[in-house]
C-alpha cells in the first residue's frame, strides 16, 4: 500500500486552482518587470541563463510536521549552512500538514509570498510548476542534477505551462517499495515465500491461493483500488494519460480489463476483506494481528511491525514487489522546490541544494527514528545501506530498497484525486459486480478525460 502525503481533495484543489490561476513564466513585460505566475519578480530567477547573484541576506524554508521530532538536525542544517556562508539567515516554518495544507499553498502561490525554500510533493510539484511558480532549476543551474541518483533526477521532472518537461524540484527522501508478507500463511496457501512473483498477474495468483487456503478465516491484501491505482498499472507498463498528459489512454490497454476481471475475482473468491472495498485503511491492523498476509508495501512498515506485534514479525519477511513490465520499481519521493518569486534566490536555491547535498541526506536518513531513503548516488553507496548487518526483516528491507534506488524512478503517472477517485469509483462497481470489467474501464477512461477538460 502506497502512502499519499496529501489528501485526495487537497490534490485535487492545488491542481484545479493553480491551473486556473496561473500566468505562467515570462521574462518580463515592456517595463522591464519580469514575472513568474503572476507575480513580479527579479528578472535573473526567470528566462534563460544561470542564476547569479551573492549568497546573503534572509530566507524562509517551509517543511511538513517536521519540526517536534527532528528540531535538532535541520537546526544543524541551518547553523552549519549559515555558517558557511557568512550574512545568510534562514528562518525555519514547520507547517503543520493538516487538511488545509493545501489552500494555504495556493493562497501563498497566488499572494506572492511562497516560502523561499519549500517541501512539496509530487502532485503540489506538478501545479506549481504548471502556474510557474518554481524555479527552473534546469536552466538556472545546470548542474544541480549531479549528485542525485539518475534515475530519479530523470524521472522528476514536471510539465510548465507550455507543456515542456522542467526540472522545479531536487529529489529529497524516498520511502521505497517492497513486498511485505507472513510466511506462515503463505505455506498455509502453499506460496513459497522465497520466490516473489516478478509480474503483478503473478501476485494475483498468489493472492487466489491464499483465499482458498484462508477459507474467510484471513485474507490475501485489502479491496480498495485506491492503493494500487496507478501504481499497479505503472509497474504493469499500462500507460495511464498520453504524452502530452492532455487526454486518458489506459482503456486502450487490454490488460486493463484483464487487471480489473482479477480484481473483481479476487474479491468475489475471498481474497480481500469484503468491507474493505470502500475503506481507505492500509492492511497495518490486520496485519498485525496475523489475519492478513501481505502488509504495506512501504518499509517503515516493518517497523511497525516490529514494535506492535513482535510475534507476528518473527513470521514477516520482505520481497521484491514485481517490477513486471517497467522493469525497476517506483517511487514518491518527497521533493524540494525554491520558489520562482523568491526575492533572494540565490540565496535560497544554495540552501536547498545544501539541504539535499550528499552529507546531509545520508546524515538524515541514519536517523533511528526514520525509516527513508536518501536520493544521491553517494548516500546509497554508504555502508550503512550497503552493508546492513543481520537478517532480520528490517535489515533486508533497508538493504533490498537501497539496491532498488539506484535504478528506480518517480512514479509514472501523476493523477488529480479527481480522477483517482473516477477512476476507483468503477473498478468498484466492477468489483460489486454491478457492471463488466470491460464497461468499467471504459466509463473510468469517459469520466477521466471529462476532468482533464475541466482542468484545460
Keep these: ?6 489528501t485526495g481533495s487537497i490534490v485535487g484543489i492545488i491542481a484545479l486552482t493553480l491551473t486556473a490561476a496561473g500566468c505562467g513564466l515570462s521574462g518580463g513585460s515592456d517595463d522591464g518587470d519580469a514575472t513568474a505566475g503572476g507575480c513580479k519578480v527579479d ?57 488545509t495544507f493545501g489552500q494555504r499553498t495556493v493562497a501563498d502561490a497566488q499572494a506572492c509570498t511562497l516560502p523561499d525554500v519549500l517541501n512539496v510533493d509530487s502532485p503540489t510539484a506538478t501545479s506549481l510548476t504548471k502556474a510557474g511558480y518554481l524555479l527552473n532549476l534546469g536552466v538556472k543551474d545546470p548542474d ?6 539518475p ?18 524540484v531536487l529529489p529529497w527522501y524516498t520511502g521505497g517499495i517492497v513486498l511485505t508478507y507472513n510466511t506462515d500463511l503463505l505455506k498455509k496457501a502453499g506460496v513459497d515465500p522465497e520466490k516473489p512473483p516478478t509480474t503483478v498477474f503473478g501476485l494475483f495468483a498468489d493472492y487466489e491461493k491464499v483465499a482458498k487456503a484462508a477459507d474467510g478465516k484471513y485474507y490475501a491484501t485489502m479491496a480498495n483500488p485506491v492503493w494500487r491505482i ?10 495511464t494519460l498520453s504524452a502530452d498528459g492532455k487526454s486518458a489512454v489506459f482503456a486502450d490497454d487490454p490488460r486493463t480489463v484483464q487487471w480489473v476481471e482479477w480484481m473483481t475475482k479476487l474479491y468475489k473468491e475471498g481474497a480481500m476483506p469484503k468491507d474493505s472495498l470502500s475503506s481507505n485503511n492500509d492492511p ?7 489475519k492478513v498476509a501481505y502488509g504495506s508495501t512501504n518499509p517503515s512498515f516493518v517497523r511497525f511491525v516490529q514494535q506492535n506485534s513482535p510475534s507476528v514479525y518473527t513470521k514477516t519477511a520482505v520481497g521484491q514487489q514485481p517490477f513486471d513490465a517497467l522493469g525497476h520499481t517506483t517511487g514518491a519521493p518527497q521533493y524540494i522546490a525554491t520558489a520562482a518569486t523568491s526575492k533572494n534566490a540565490p540565496t535560497a536555491l544554495a540552501f536547498a541544494e545544501f539541504l539535499t547535498n550528499a552529507e546531509n541526506q545520508t546524515a538524515w536518513c541514519k536517523d533511528p527514528k526514520v525509516v527513508i531513503f536518501p536520493t544521491t548516488t553517494t548516500s546509497l553507496d554508504d555502508p550503512f545501506f550497503q552493508k546492513v548487518s543481520g537478517n532480520d526483516p528490517f535489515s533486508e528491507a533497508r538493504k533490498l530498497v537501497a539496491e ?44 477521466a478525460n471529462e476532468l482533464l477538460k475541466q482542468a484545460g
Design 1 to 6: 500500500m502506497r502512502a499519499r502525503r496529501l
Design 43 to 99: 528578472k535573473g530567477n526567470v528566462g534563460s541563463g544561470k542564476l547569479t547573484g551573492d549568497v546573503k541576506g534572509s530566507i524562509t524554508f517551509q517543511t511538513t510536521n517536521l519540526k517536534k521530532d527532528f528540531g535538532d538536525f535541520f537546526n544543524g542544517v541551518i547553523k552549519d549552512f549559515e555558517t558557511a556562508h557568512p550574512g545568510t539567515k534562514v528562518k525555519w516554518i514547520d507547517d503543520p500538514g493538516d487538511a
Design 144 to 149: 544541480a542534477a549531479k549528485p542525485f541518483v
Design 151 to 168: 534515475a530519479f533526477w530523470k524521472s522528476s521532472t514536471m510539465k510548465d505551462s507550455s507543456g515542456a518537461s522542467v526540472h522545479t
Design 230 to 239: 496507478p501504481a499497479d498499472w505503472d509497474q504493469m507498463n499500462i500507460k
Design 284 to 290: 497495518s491492523t490486520l496485519y498485525s494481528q496475523g
Design 404 to 447: 532498488q534506488l539506484k535504478t528506480a524512478t518517480a512514479y509514472q503517472t501523476n493523477i488529480s484525486s479527481a480522477m483517482l477517485n473516477a477512476i476507483v469509483a468503477q473498478v468498484q462497481l466492477a468489483m460489486q459486480g454491478k457492471k463488466s470489467a470491460a464497461d468499467a474501464v471504459k466509463d473510468a477512461q469517459e469520466k
